[in-house]
Every structure is written in structure tokens, then in C-alpha cells.
């Protein structure tokens, strides 16, 4: 499974932006998908993930409200679209797919991952 994530860039605070993970090689309908974000010097954070069946749908605490997560089964894309950014929304994004686990919720069960895509939001 490969994966690239794009529609990165540099945003001002309170606007918004919307990312692709663009997805080839053999996704069944079993997977699932995962976006997280990296800071400069901060650990790993748990975006949100999807079901390619599209029966759920998970949240990390900080991206509930502004954050949403789809996917386009025709175009093998899943996206998530972040809304009212704010500065500390810097990060890069990535995003990841794995055979479905409950714990996908908590962001876990992911085995492939993609190029990260850079997130820079102005004040």
C-alpha cells in the first residue's frame, strides 16, 4: 500500500485547508486510515482516522469540531479538512492505513505510512 499526503502549505490563522492521502496498491475494503501531525520538536499527535467501509469515524481530542475527516472511494482518497487554524496547527501531516483494529480510535494499527505534507499557519 503506498500513500502520499499533499495540499499542504502556508495559511493564515482562522482559515482553512484541506489535505489528500491519495492511495494505490491494493486497499480492501478492511482498512483503515489515520492522520497524525508532527510539530518541530514535539512527538507524534493522532489526528483522526477513517474506515475505507466509512462506518467510522474517530477524533483526537484537539481536532474535534474543526477537523473532519472523508474518504472518495472512486478516487482511492482520503482527506481531512481543517478548519479555524490556528498557529499551534504547524505541523507536518501525515497520513497512514492499516487492516482495521478497534484501536484505531486511540490511533493505533497503522503499518504503512506516506510522505508527510507541511502545515504552516500564520498569525
Known amino acids: 500500500v503506498q500513500l502520499q499526503a499533499s495540499g499542504g502549505g502556508t495559511v493564515q490563522a482562522g482559515s482553512s485547508i484541506r489535505l489528500s492521502c491519495s492511495t494505490s496498491g491494493g486497499v480492501s475494503s478492511d482498512y483503515a486510515f489515520g492522520w497524525y501531525r508532527q510539530a518541530s520538536g514535539k512527538g507524534r499527535e493522532y489526528v483522526g482516522g477513517v474506515t475505507w467501509k466509512g462506518d467510522g469515524t474517530y477524533y483526537g481530542e484537539f481536532a474535534k469540531g474543526r477537523f473532519t475527516i472523508s474518504r472518495d472511494d472512486p478516487k482511492n482518497t482520503v482527506y481531512l479538512e481543517m478548519t479555524a487554524l490556528k498557529p499551534e496547527d504547524t505541523a507536518v501531516y501525515y497520513c497512514?492505513?492499516?487492516?482495521?483494529?478497534?484501536?484505531?480510535?486511540?490511533?493505533?494499527?497503522?503499518?504503512?505510512w506516506g510522505k508527510g505534507t507541511l502545515v504552516t499557519v500564520s498569525s
Open positions: 497512514a492505513a492499516g487492516q482495521f483494529t478497534p484501536r484505531i480510535s486511540i490511533g493505533y494499527g497503522m503499518d504503512y
